[in-house]
Structures are given as structure tokens and as C-alpha cells.
């Protein structure tokens, strides 16, 4: 106890954004949090707060952009994405949320990135998903992880900070990206703009909101919207019901997270929709790659994969053999597989490139205010 509050005395007096760059030194080279006591954490997140406090529901952001997906607490996939495209602010990010729950080291993720939003507020965009909700991250992993780490009050201020997060974020005027999906709630930008940011469990489980942390895409039959029985919860959208969501918005492409992928991304409905997850090799025992996503100047989309990390042993080499054999397909051999492995442009399918040949928006884009 001694040596924790000699550590406070001796930063007495540091400002918060020192404490924050102190922070993410900290956690990219030895990815914990142990040099740091309560009160310092408290300081953090508080700022994070009132940071997120005054964004809207809905941002603007302007490309180039990388955009990233689901992360759930695997803090080593994140540095792995940073050494790999370069670190905020040289690089502009949007997260799309789920930063907590399932992995190992949640507390350590969102530290890093609150830490990063309060230094570079102007390139570092953080969305929320539906684990950024309290009735998720109190039963999925986070609660119990930050009760052992740090105890269950921190996890209470945490909720304080989810609940600062925006919901959906336009890219340039063509691209709307999100954690879930879309809703049938939504008939205009004036619905987005109308759009409080959810701060009670009830609010997070109602209208539009609900549909953007949590619909999902589907193939199936439904063409419009239908119930979301896998999940019970919100919506599934077919390719119907996005095409007229696109055309009501002017919009090219929705970009969200939400569900595992094999290749770490994933088109849908004629390249109007694309998955982005982040996490590979997802709870240790899926075998999907994860993936970060690329928006040019021009609206080029491109992506950087990173394969599964995962060292041989005699009780896993039958899951090894079957991951390798599952990336023979791959388009691009990776010269060290626990490295970023970028796709020339020639090898990623174009959903949105160039800008020219997006579907034209049928109606004036709106100007929302930057952020
Ligand atoms: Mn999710």
C-alpha cells in the first residue's frame, strides 16, 4: 500500500494528458496496468467521459480512415494492428465497439483507447456496441475481470463512460458505419440527428439505437426486416430493406461488426455491406482471422488480416493443421504470420473504389456538423 501511493505522490501534479501518454507507454510495452493506482485510473475514465460527453449520437468523420472491429479484450491483436498500419494520431481510427467481454485483458483495451481518445480526440473516433451495455459486460467476462483487477465500483464508472459513447458515425458522405446494423426506425438523417445516446439498460434495448449495436445482416428469405431470433434482440436486414435505407440516406456502403468472420471481413448484397471483426482467433477456440479496414482519400477500400496467432502443440496440432488448411486460400502469403499482412489493392475485392463508382447518392447528403 506503502508503494502504491508513493507512485500517485510522485506523479502529484502531472497533468491529465501526461498520465494518459504515461498510460499508453505503459500498456503498448508491458500491456497491464500495475504501475498505475485507483485514483489514476478514476482520472481516466472520468476525462474519457466528459471527452465522450458532448459527441452526439451520430458522428461525422472524414477519410482516409481505418476502421476496426470487434476487439473483445485481445489486447495484443490491437498492437499487432498498430505495428503493423502505425499508431494514432499519424493514423486516424473509428472503432466500432465490443471492446470488452470474451478476452483475457478488456480493462487494459479500453484503458488504451480512452487513453488515446482523451490525447488525440480528432483521431481516435470510438463507437459503442452492444458489450459496451451493462446487462452484456456484466455477464460476459468484463465485470469479473475489472472485480479481480480492480473491484465491482470501477466497473460502475466504466457503465458512465459506455454510456458517452456515440452509436453510428457517417464516413465522408457515402459511408455509414456502425456496430450492429440498420432499422427499420430509421427513415432519415433527421431520425440520426433526433438520436439520444442511451443511458439506462431500458434505453439501450429500445428504437434505433437497439438495431445499431445489434442487427445482423441475413441471406435468408427476409428481404425487408425480420425478428432477430438468434439473437433475440432487434432486427436481421436483408438486401430489400438496405437498398432502400441506402437510397433514403444517399449512401453507398454500411459498414459494421457484431460477427465473427473467417476471413476478418466480409462483403454482403452486392458489396453494400461489409463486416469488419477484429478479433482473430476469437475466444481460442474459433479459427477466423480478424481484420481492419482501410478507407482512402478517394473512398478505395482495402484491408490489413491478421491470421490467427497460434504456437503448435501436441494437444492442438489437429486445429493448426485445419487453420493453415483453411488459409491455402487466401489471397496473399504472409511473410511472418503474427504480422499485419496487407492486401495489394489488386487482390481485395472493390466494394466502393473509386469514388466515381459508388452508387450515386439519389438524395442531397446532408452536412452534419464534424466532429
Ligand atoms: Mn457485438
Not at 508491458?30 to 452526439?56: C, H, M, R
Not at 444517399?250 to 478479433?279: D, P, W, Y
Not at 497460434?310 to 496473399?332: D, F, S, W
Amino acid at each position: 500500500m506503502i508503494m502504491e501511493s508513493q507512485k500517485g505522490d510522485l506523479y502529484e501534479g502531472e497533468s491529465v494528458d501526461q498520465l494518459a501518454k504515461r498510460m499508453i507507454e505503459h500498456l503498448l510495452k508491458w500491456g497491464v496496468t500495475d504501475a498505475f493506482n485507483d485514483k489514476q485510473i478514476y482520472t481516466i475514465l472520468e476525462k474519457a467521459e466528459s471527452t465522450l460527453n458532448p459527441l452526439p449520437a451520430m458522428l461525422q468523420v472524414e477519410h482516409p480512415i481505418t476502421i476496426v472491429g470487434d476487439i473483445h479484450g485481445q489486447l495484443d491483436a490491437l498492437i499487432r494492428y498498430f505495428d503493423a498500419v502505425g499508431y494514432p494520431p499519424k493514423v486516424k481510427f473509428l472503432f466500432l465497439g465490443d471492446y470488452v467481454d470474451r478476452g483475457a485483458k478488456s480493462f487494459e483495451v479500453s484503458l488504451l483507447l480512452f487513453c488515446y481518445k482523451i490525447r488525440y480526440p480528432h483521431s481516435v473516433h470510438l463507437l459503442r456496441g452492444n458489450h459496451e451495455c451493462m446487462k452484456m459486460n456484466r455477464l460476459y467476462g468484463f465485470y469479473e475481470e475489472l472485480a479481480r483487477k480492480r473491484g465491482g465500483r470501477m466497473w460502475r464508472q466504466y457503465q458512465n463512460v459506455f454510456n458517452e459513447l456515440p452509436l453510428c458515425a457517417r464516413v465522408g458522405q457515402r459511408i455509414l458505419c456502425m456496430h450492429g446494423g440498420i432499422s427499420q426506425n430509421c427513415n432519415s438523417w433527421e431520425s440520426f440527428k433526433a438520436l439520444k445516446k442511451p443511458n439506462t439498460p431500458l434505453t439501450c434495448d429500445e428504437g434505433l439505437q437497439v438495431d445499431l449495436m445489434w442487427a445482423d445482416p441475413t441471406q435468408d428469405k427476409c428481404n425487408t426486416f425480420a425478428m432477430n431470433k438468434q439473437r433475440a434482440i432487434s432486427v436481421v436486414f436483408g438486401e430489400k430493406g438496405l437498398d432502400v435505407f441506402l437510397k433514403k440516406l444517399g449512401l453507398s456502403l454500411i459498414v459494421r461488426a457484431h460477427e465473427v468472420s473467417q476471413e476478418g471481413f466480409n462483403f454482403l448484397f452486392n458489396k453494400k455491406c461489409v463486416t469488419v471483426f477484429s478479433a482473430p482467433y476469437y475466444c481460442g477456440n474459433d479459427t477466423n482471422c480478424g481484420a481492419i479496414m482501410h478507407v482512402s482519400e478517394s473512398y478505395e477500400i482495402s484491408f490489413t488480416v491478421l491470421r490467427p496467432r497460434m504456437i503448435a502443440t501436441p494437444e492442438n496440432i489437429e486445429i493448426v493443421k485445419l487453420m493453415e488448411n483453411n488459409y491455402k486460400g487466401l489471397r496473399v502469403a504472409s511473410p511472418d504470420p503474427n504480422r499485419g499482412r496487407h492486401l495489394q489493392s489488386a487482390d481485395v475485392p472493390k466494394p466502393t473504389a473509386p469514388s466515381v463508382q459508388l452508387v450515386p447518392p439519389v438524395t442531397k447528403p446532408v452536412e452534419i456538423k464534424k466532429q
